[in-house]
């Protein structure tokens, strides 16, 4: 059920900064206890201040919604929601949310797509991630279908062959011009065990509101398409 903002009008939907001006943000996905027993957990994710490479003050918490016998069936293809909550628990407002169909990850057809609404409900974009071969490459677009922005990766990274000795990284390109970036962390013996991923939020020249709203996005749908493994085993 989606929330809404009291006091939050839909005008102000694009010109609220939700990441308040911070340039840097680490995401960092939290463990479920019941996945120890194999069992698909909902994804949680706390999303924090990047300080010099470290993990600062938690700002928003990023909670799914999904149905149990789809999440156990169908694992990381699952259709899910997810909410992104302002402040360090999901008692806090919804400040945005993505809505993902059910899809086939790593096939050519059925791909993830992200349909993503601001408070109360506001359609501002769709994130897409086409079939290319060797390459990891997402569409960005406004509410109204026109392109912002590209996230572009290659699979020929350390990071996707072995990832605990390096990062998989990723450009946000607006006019074919690098503008941000994404890094998917190297994993630690941690992430390993838990099946746990972290990455690093880098909107370097973005400064619209919307367009780092939807890069944010993007983000989490790399996570799901590339990153997220199968816990049902």
């Not at 990891?136 to 990766?153: A, P, W």
Request: hydrophobic fraction near 40%.
């Amino acid at each position: 059920m989606a929330a809404n903002v009291i006091g939050a009008p839909a005008q102000e939907t694009m010109a609220n900064d939700p990441f308040a001006g911070a340039k840097q943000l680490r995401v960092i996905q939290e463990w479920a206890a019941v996945e120890f027993f194999s069992c698909e957990a909902k994804n949680r994710y706390r999303v924090s201040l990047a300080n010099d490479g470290t993990e600062g003050p938690v700002v928003m918490y990023i909670a799914e919604e999904s149905g149990f016998c789809e999440r156990i069936c169908c694992s990381v293809n699952r259709s899910l929601k997810f909410n992104i909550h302002q402040g360090a628990s999901k008692e806090g407002p919804v400040i945005q949310s993505m809505h993902k169909p059910f899809h086939l990850q790593g096939c050519c057809c059925m791909r993830p797509k992200f349909d993503v609404f601001g408070p109360g409900s506001t359609p501002i974009g769709t994130v897409e991630d086409p079939f290319k071969c060797c390459v990891m490459d997402q569409r960005i677009l406004d509410s109204k279908g026109t392109q912002l922005l590209t996230t572009r990766g290659s699979v020929c990274q350390i990071g996707m062959l072995c990832p605990f000795f390096g990062s998989v990284d990723f450009d946000i390109l607006k006019n074919g011009q690098p503008v941000a970036k994404v890094s998917k962390m190297a994993m630690g013996c941690g992430e390993c065990l838990t099946k746990t991923n972290r990455f690093n939020v880098d909107f370097g020249g973005l400064t619209d509101p919307l367009e780092k709203r939807l890069m944010f996005a993007a983000v989490m749908l790399l996570d799901l398409e590339y990153f997220e493994v199968n816990k049902n085993n």
